[in-house]
């Protein structure tokens, strides 16, 4: 037996004042996303930005359902969104922010294993990393470099 030990690693700002004006507009753009999401059972608005490496910027926003399983997390809808519209297009970064409407959150929201899973495939499909900025309604900023430094024993098409 032997234990086998894995590792995240992050960029940690204290707020976006500190973040370079490039990652500090597509955070904005998160933002504005966030505002506009439907999440009237939850109350919590998830807004993503995806920066494609042509430029453009695509938004999405979590679509919530009566039927609660219906739901899908906003930042599988910006990069589906994104995959859809300039499918040969490689994603730079994407910017994931909230809106919470029960309270402020003052920590980075990270997004939910399914996404995550959803961003590898992005990775791998196009064979390129995927920057993430993280924030939640304010405060700290989290930059990660790659999918896969918060995805740890990842499953992706190698096993298939
Ligand atoms: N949500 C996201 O949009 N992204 C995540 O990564 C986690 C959760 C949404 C789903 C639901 O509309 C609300 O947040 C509460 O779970």
Do not use: H, W
């Amino acid at each position: 037996m032997r234990p086998i030990i894995t590792s995240s690693q992050l960029l940690s700002y204290d707020n976006e004042q500190e973040l370079d004006p490039a990652r500090a507009q597509l955070l904005a753009r998160a933002k504005q996303a966030a505002a506009d999401a439907y999440a009237p059972y939850s109350k919590f608005k998830v807004g993503s930005a995806v920066l494609l490496a042509n430029g453009e910027v695509v938004i999405g926003s979590n679509q919530e359902n009566a039927a609660y399983p219906l739901t899908m997390c906003g930042e599988r809808v910006a990069i589906f969104a994104a995959s859809a519209l300039y499918p040969k297009e490689k994603i730079a970064k994407v910017a994931i922010t909230i809106i919470s409407e029960k309270g402020n959150i003052n920590r980075p929201v990270t997004p939910c294993g399914a996404c995550r899973q959803a961003l590898l495939e992005n990775e791998t499909r196009t064979q390129a990393d995927i920057e993430l900025i993280l924030q939640g309604d304010s405060g700290e900023v989290y930059v990660i470099k790659t999918v896969k430094d918060i995805l740890p024993f990842i499953f992706d098409a190698s096993f298939l």
